[in-house]
């Protein structure tokens, strides 16, 4: 049951719905930027920690596929993590598997926990424990995921023409 403190993320686009934890509204910052070249689409959900915006905490992928294609394909053995398939459409995440190199002290050439010790630690907390329990409010609402469509031209179509109807005469 969602909490009513929760944030709401609504993507109108492929009409779905993901619930935050409402902490989440100072640590994160959405990037619609498509890196994937197989992806249709991407939602990068980026840590951000005193104005300063790092790696994803989070990406949702939509892929242009089956949930077959998906197994077919060899995705079902990658770090993307599946979510849901619908209308011809696979929606998957993927959770970053380094912390952001920013946090690396150059000297030692390993993370820097005592001048990032809290943002590594909310950083953690959002990816181990946050992330998985958020995919699992993906809901899709009722109504049907409808693309703009692109009119194609071709010579062998043919024109379509209906007859007018013809008036009656006024008596």
Request: hydrophobic share 30%.
């Amino acid at each position: 049951m969602a909490k009513s403190s929760d944030l709401l993320y609504r993507n109108d686009k492929y009409g779905f719905t993901l619930r935050f934890p409402s902490w989440w509204r100072n640590y994160c910052v959405v990037s619609k930027k498509k890196l994937d070249p197989d992806s249709e689409y991407e939602l990068h959900f980026r840590f951000k920690y005193k104005g300063n915006v790092y790696d994803d905490i989070f990406t949702i992928l939509v892929f242009r596929m089956t949930q077959e294609d998906w197994l077919r394909l060899g995705y079902g053995d990658s770090p993307l993590s599946l979510i849901a398939a619908r209308d011809g459409r696979v929606f998957a995440y993927l959770t970053p598997e380094e912390l952001p190199h920013e946090f690396i002290n150059r000297k030692t050439g390993d993370y820097d926990y005592r001048k990032y010790g809290t943002p590594i630690g909310l950083l953690k907390r959002m990816v181990n424990r946050d992330v998985p329990r958020i995919v699992q409010t993906l809901r899709f609402s009722s109504r049907a995921i409808t693309m703009k469509s692109t009119p194609y031209r071709s010579s062998k179509v043919c024109s379509c023409r209906i007859p007018r109807r013809r008036r009656k005469p006024r008596r």
